[in-house]
């Protein structure tokens, strides 16, 4: 999702997150359909919740993620996408009073540690290749001289 929303340059801001909600709406309406059909019961008193989550969460949201993805880096935002779930377990532990799991547990503690250890590695071997570089031009400085 990273690299073609880097690949796509013409479209930006409000149209990239506009275009890929209606793209995942046709996309989920297509499978529940052909899995349950288009009968949905939404009880009157969810309409309003159902709203306000749909708008703030996923439409503000999205826009944010998607106007700010071009200007990061695409281990920041791969990093940004390990700790939304992460995110998720927590505040559901500290906001809804839910008790995590060992299970839970283990794996919050392997996504946190995935990312530091990703974000680590990357930024050792950006900096061989910086050294390398420098090492090569020094080299070829001397041989030219």
Same mark, same amino acid.
């Given at each position: 999702?990273?690299? !073609?929303? /880097? /690949?796509? /340059?013409?479209?930006? &801001?409000?149209?990239?997150?506009?275009?890929?909600? $209606?793209?995942?709406?046709?996309?989920?309406? *297509?499978? =529940?359909?052909? /899995?349950?059909? !288009? @009968?949905?019961?939404?009880?009157?008193?969810?309409?309003?919740? $159902?709203?306000?989550? &749909?708008?703030?969460?996923?439409?503000?949201?999205?826009? *944010?993620?998607?106007?700010?993805?071009?200007?990061?880096?695409?281990?920041? =935002?791969? =990093?940004?996408?390990?700790?939304?779930?992460?995110?998720? =377990?927590?505040?559901?532990?500290?906001?809804?009073?839910?008790?995590?799991?060992?299970?839970?547990?283990?794996? @919050?503690?392997? $996504?946190?540690? &995935? @990312?530091? !250890?990703?974000?680590?590695? $990357?930024?050792?071997?950006?900096?061989?290749? !910086?050294?390398?570089?420098?090492?090569?031009?020094?080299?070829?400085?001397?041989?030219?001289?």
């Amino acid at each position: 999702m990273v690299i !073609f929303n /880097k /690949k796509a /340059k013409d479209i930006t &801001g409000l149209e990239n997150a506009a275009l890929q909600l $209606i793209i995942s709406f046709l996309t989920a309406a *297509f499978f =529940v359909g052909s /899995k349950q059909g !288009f @009968a949905i019961n939404i009880p009157q008193s969810s309409i309003l919740p $159902i709203f306000i989550l &749909g708008l703030l969460n996923t439409g503000i949201g999205c826009y *944010f993620y998607f106007s700010s993805i071009r200007k990061l880096p695409v281990q920041t =935002v791969a =990093v940004c996408g390990y700790l939304e779930p992460i995110s998720a =377990v927590l505040f559901s532990v500290f906001l809804l009073k839910e008790i995590m799991q060992p299970l839970q547990i283990m794996g @919050a503690i392997l $996504i946190l540690g &995935g @990312a530091v !250890f990703i974000d680590i590695v $990357i930024n050792i071997v950006m900096l061989n290749i !910086f050294v390398y570089s420098e090492i090569m031009f020094l080299f070829h400085m001397v041989l030219s001289s």
